[in-house]
């Protein structure tokens, strides 16, 4: 069964760009959350996506966004980057029969 | 609302000797509890869960008894290894199926 998946693996962007990063979660999973991790320790909650819909956000600006597609895949998309925006960002998806998530590896974001 | 709370990092330790680090958590009711490693570079792994009162979790010689007089979830190992270096994530599963999570210990195994 393949994990969950997080692409690109590496981003490095400008100061002010757009990022787009990608998540596909395990088969069968249709909740999808989305993790920054700065300074390699704790997990800030960003989004949570199921079926479709976003049922939770973090405390981030509204130039953190995402959206979850039909067949249960998300984006996550960061607006006007900012250096502080420098971070490693997790994907976690998750069943409702499902005791705890399953993570991809992340994409580690540069913001120069 | 619930939180969890876990003792600060990092831990340093030399091989084989025992480990402890400490979990407690608010919740209403009984949530399920996790404990979660990451190693270097990588993504989070799921160490091991209990999901009720008195549930002991294990795997990889680590050990966490679910404790609801105490409200914690401490983890254990008798006796750890270089490879064990990671950071260690405690969490709980609150009502809506989130989990909260604690702050993250870094643990260092010197040789």
């Known amino acids: 069964e393949a994990g969950v998946t997080q692409s690109p693996t590496h981003l490095i962007k400008t100061r002010g760009q757009q990022a787009t990063l990608r998540c596909s979660p395990i088969?069968?999973?249709?909740?999808v959350y989305w993790y920054q991790q700065a300074l390699g320790l704790g997990l800030q909650f960003l989004l949570w996506y199921d079926e479709g819909e976003e049922r939770n956000r973090g405390n981030f600006p509204p130039r953190f966004s995402g959206r979850q597609f039909p067949n249960y895949s998300s984006e996550l998309n960061v607006n006007a980057l900012e250096l502080e925006d420098s971070a490693l960002y997790l994907c976690?998806?998750?069943?409702?029969?499902?005791?705890?998530?399953?993570f991809g590896s992340g994409t580690r974001l540069t913001v120069v | 609302g619930n939180s969890v709370t876990q003792m600060e990092g990092p831990v340093t330790l030399s091989e084989e000797a025992f480990l402890t680090i400490n979990c407690t958590y608010t919740a209403t009711g009984y949530p399920s509890l996790f404990w979660y490693v990451q190693y270097p570079g990588e993504g989070l792994q799921l160490l091991l869960k209990a999901t009720k009162a008195d549930d002991k979790g294990s795997n990889k010689g680590f050990e966490a008894t679910y404790r609801k007089e105490t409200t914690s979830f401490h983890l254990e190992k008798g006796s750890v290894q270089v490879s064990d270096s990671a950071v260690y994530f405690c969490?709980?599963?609150?009502?809506?199926?989130?989990?909260?999570w604690g702050a993250g210990t870094k643990l260092i195994i010197k040789p």
């Open positions: 976690a998806s998750s069943s409702s029969t499902l005791y705890g998530y399953t």
């Open positions: 969490a709980s599963r609150d009502s809506n199926y989130q989990l909260i």
């Open positions: 088969s069968g999973h249709t909740s």
